[in-house]
């Protein structure tokens, strides 16, 4: 014991300094993981906050951002996803960090309807991606190659106008399907760009429409083992998985086709249509694969018909509730082409109402309202907070266009508010992807292609449609009162279909 004494105090005294170190290092090394993570509603085991979503989830995420901020952090399942409602948090996302916000996430369906993502939408980011989307836009969706096919548009508006006059204006006034007629022409219009013919000409493309309609479902439908993954086994048992494999097939089979088709009719080639244009660069340096051609031509009809479709359809139905706006319109257009007897693409730049009125539309009802998910390459510090790798990034464009911080009386469907010196300075907004607090067509490196594909159509349509026709509801019905609900979806159109009257100007 007297021997032991002389080294107890430097023992216990090493002793305290090593607790004391080991210590200190551990309170360091937590304070460094503690993230300073984006604040997030209080979720459920297993769900996360998929119960705090439902039919309409850029409403539901609205009310959420509302209570905890315009980039909030969720759980849809296992899966983390930051929600941007705001145009300060996309814009930073969109600048700042557009490359490591730039990739797609790989959902089971979009692998197998999409030929392992070989398209532009889904396409991680990257170098396959850059070179699609670069024969997105300068090849196939070009300002020239859009005007080129003003034929098309012109073709197809008359189409539409021949119908609405047997149909409504010489069949005693009768009521029209607006919403069907939208979505014919719309359909008309790109599988003519794409194909050069109409699909509703043959029972093969008929079928191939329908096959559409669920690609669309489809792509839009939750799989569960993309949240879950360990309950993926349920996408099995209620056929969704089925599903997805049958519609695949149908779209690979009539696809084959027709590229069969154009292939042994190379030599009457003329380059007018999506289809040939992608044979010609494929022959060209024979570097575009036949699955990556199919799959930028589902691209072309998944991105192009129902969201033309649905913004005519917002569009008319704002006009049924704002006779004023409508009548304004009229006058524009009438006192334009006064004495005309066809519309110009001068007279369209002239049109600075109807121009307004489609931007309205856009704010107010945008297609897509939640822009296609984006998902983080690496951990990165946005609006002051820590972001991990993988997660998937919503942006609610729908929020934003509504946020009153930028818009004054956001609710109102206001045309006007574009023809104002504050959003009127540069023709474009919105369309160029720099204004981020109106994103209907997105922004950065994954912004749309089509808009002015897009745009070129609305505009002649409507300006065609209140040129040549008066317009009333059914029945009676005021304007005011017209049931204005939105149906689920990826892309979100009205829940009931647009029934109007048609009498001759
Ligand atoms: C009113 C019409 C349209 C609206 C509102 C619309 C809206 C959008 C939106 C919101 C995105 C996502 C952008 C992002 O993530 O930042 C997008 C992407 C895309 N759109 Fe459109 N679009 C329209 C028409 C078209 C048309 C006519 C086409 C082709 C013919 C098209 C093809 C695409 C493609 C390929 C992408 C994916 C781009 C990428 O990931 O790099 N869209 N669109």
């Known amino acids: 014991m007297e021997l032991l004494h002389p080294f107890i105090f430097p023992f216990l005294v090493s002793l305290f300094l090593l607790w004391s170190i080991t210590k200190w290092w551990f309170i360091k090394k937590s304070a460094a993981n503690k993230k300073n993570s984006p604040p997030s509603p209080r979720k459920l085991p297993i769900l996360g906050n998929l119960h705090q979503v439902g039919s309409l989830p850029h409403r539901d995420l609205q009310t959420l951002a509302n209570k905890h901020g315009p980039f909030m952090l969720l759980h849809f399942g296992t899966v983390p996803f930051i929600i941007v409602s705001s145009a300060d948090s996309a814009r ?159 779209l690979d089979c009539f696809l084959e086709d027709v590229i069969r088709q154009h292939t042994e009719a190379s030599k009457e080639r003329n380059g007018e249509n999506f289809l040939d244009i992608l044979l010609e660069i494929c022959g060209d340096n024979n570097t575009l694969e036949k699955d990556s051609i199919k799959a930028l031509l589902l691209d072309v009809f998944a991105g192009g018909t129902d969201t033309i479709a649905t913004l005519l359809e917002w569009l008319m139905s704002e006009l049924f509730r704002h006779p004023i706006v409508m009548g304004k319109l009229q006058n524009e257009v009438r006192e334009i082409l006064r004495g005309k007897h066809a519309i110009k693409d001068d007279d369209l730049e002239k049109m600075h109402y109807l121009k307004a009125v489609v931007k309205e539309t856009l704010r107010c009802h945008p297609p897509i309202p939640l822009l296609t998910r984006r998902i983080i390459d690496k951990d990165v510090k946005v609006m002051g907070y820590d972001v991990s790798k993988g997660t998937t990034v919503m942006i609610n464009g729908w929020a934003i266009g509504r946020d009153p911080q930028y818009w004054d009386e956001p609710e109102k469907f206001e045309p006007e508010r ?17 204004d981020f607090e109106f994103m209907s067509f997105g922004a950065g490196r994954r912004g749309c292609p089509g808009i002015s594909f897009a745009v070129a159509t609305i505009e002649f349509v409507v300006a065609n449609i209140v040129h040549k026709f008066n317009w009333e509801l059914p029945d009676g019905l005021q304007g005011k009162d017209l049931d204005m609900t939105e149906s689920p979806g990826a892309t979100v159109r009205r829940a009931t279909p647009l029934f109007a009257i048609a009498t001759l100007n």
């Open 418 to 434: 574009f023809l104002k010196k504050k959003y009127s300075n540069d023709n474009n907004i919105a369309f160029k992807g720099l």
């Open 92 to 250: 930073e996302i969109m600048t700042t960090h557009d490359i490591v916000f730039s990739n797609r996430p790989d959902f089971k369906s979009f692998k197998k309807l999409l030929y392992g993502c070989k398209d532009v939408a889904v396409a991680p980011y990257g170098e396959y991606w850059k070179r699609m989307k670069g024969i997105f836009v300068h090849q196939l969706l070009s300002n020239k190659r859009v005007q080129s096919f003003r034929y098309i548009r012109e073709e197809e508006t008359d189409h539409l106008i021949g119908k609405i006059i047997r149909e409504s204006c010489n069949a005693g006034n009768k009521v029209v399907n607006l919403s069907k007629m939208f979505s014919e022409l719309a359909i008309d219009g790109i599988c003519r760009s794409a194909f050069g013919v109409k699909c509703s000409d043959s029972e093969n493309g008929k079928k191939f429409l329908v096959l559409l309609k669920d690609l669309m479902e489809l792509l839009g439908a939750l799989c569960i083992g993309d949240f879950v993954p360990w309950l993926g086994w349920i996408d099995r048992v209620n056929g969704l998985d089925k599903r997805v494999d049958d519609v695949a097939r149908g």
